[in-house]
């Protein structure tokens, strides 16, 4: 059965604080920041994209499996911010990662879930018989988020991005697999038309009937799958929009603060987006040992969840980052709203 | 990138995404960019494609105040000499690295950025620039 055999994070460098953002729009900054849970966010330099972050996770992600590029049979992106709006992200990242030219790649879009859509696709096909050369398929999900300035998403939309590739050698799986499951339904919560610079989303709407009914139905059906309650697992993961919601869907099903602390990443680089679920869960796997068990659901607007439930091998322990997703964090520089309009070109002049 | 220079781009994708340069067997030397002939060894020697290493330092540098076209927005920036962990040469701007900590002899390693995307309507061109590590 097909597993994670390397996964790699990159987080910009820059950070923009919630209060330096409601500084601008006359809003209380300690207030806002304490009820969304998040203290800063992650924003990409003037020359990244969500095609540089995919690259650099990807890279990170083939060098701890240890395989060469062009080992990769699938290459996956999911975003909302793909550079292009018509040319693929995918060859790029798979060019850049040398993995062309044999190899199929797409690029998916699902709101924040495509990456984790991706990963559920890479896990097929490497189980697959059809096609029998493809050995390894790898899924990213990266965004440079976008709020409209003075909505409320712009205190929490960030930029990072994280890869997992799949294999099925036993000796090679850092992460086995043990099901997965989705929860899929037609949910307008959030969207962005074509030519729209800026995304829309139906105020709290987003919340009981789009967000918490869709990861609680993707993490009950998955658990009801594999004969597992809350109290089995280690960890939990889930999609992290902000702060909070994360911790209030965990107690509606029964997790502890304990299990999801490790997977919190929100409160640090902001929501990025389809890379969320999958940075909080490599947080995770730095912590994870042999026979541990983790929950991840991630959600994505429009609306659906894609739920897995993973159990650490040792060769986790073996291949552990150098680098702690929680060490990235504090690689930072803050940068102030002036900058922050130039790196992520909100004038129109940019 | 302007779409007139897009062929002769397209052709350097992979210099400009992964260093692909090339190394002489005969005379055990790394070129960056890939050279058709050794001008070493000529027609004795064999070159084969190989990438460069990701890692180097600092040789030289510089500031950017003025910068060309497609490159207003970003100044002040540093560009730098680049010698490879293989001793090829190279040049590149170097991002992410605190002002202080610009200076010869400094540890770099290879990033993948956006090099130039000035047309909203035109391709975007990507490849390597280099930042400063401990
Ligand atoms: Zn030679």
Redesign the pocket.
Known sequence: MAGIIGYGVYIPKNRITVEEIARVWKKNGKAISKGLNVREKAVAAYDEDACTIAVEAARIAVKQAGIEGKQLGAVYVGSESHPYAVKPTASIVADAIGASPELTAADLEFACKAGTAGMQMCMALVDSPIPAWLEYGMSIGADTAQGRPNDALEFTAGSGGAAYIMGKKKEEILIDILDTYSYTTDTPDFWRRQHAEFPRHAGRFTGEPAYFKHVIGAAKGVMKRVKMEPKDFDYAVFHQPNGKFPIRVAKMLGFSMEQIEQGLTTPHIGNTYSGSMMIGLASVLDKAKKGEKILGVSYGSGAGSDAFVLEATENIEKKRHKKSVFEMFEEKEYIDYAEYVKCRKKLKSL | MTDGALPLIWRKFGERYDLDGNF?E??K?AYFPARTV?P??RRK?KLVAQKMPKNGKIVSFTEVFSGPAGFENEVPYFIAIIELENKTKLLSQIVDSEKEKVKIGAKVEKVFRKISDIDPEGPIAYGYKFKIVE
Do not use: E, F, L, S
């Open positions: 002489c005969t005379c030397t050794c070493k060894c020697g």
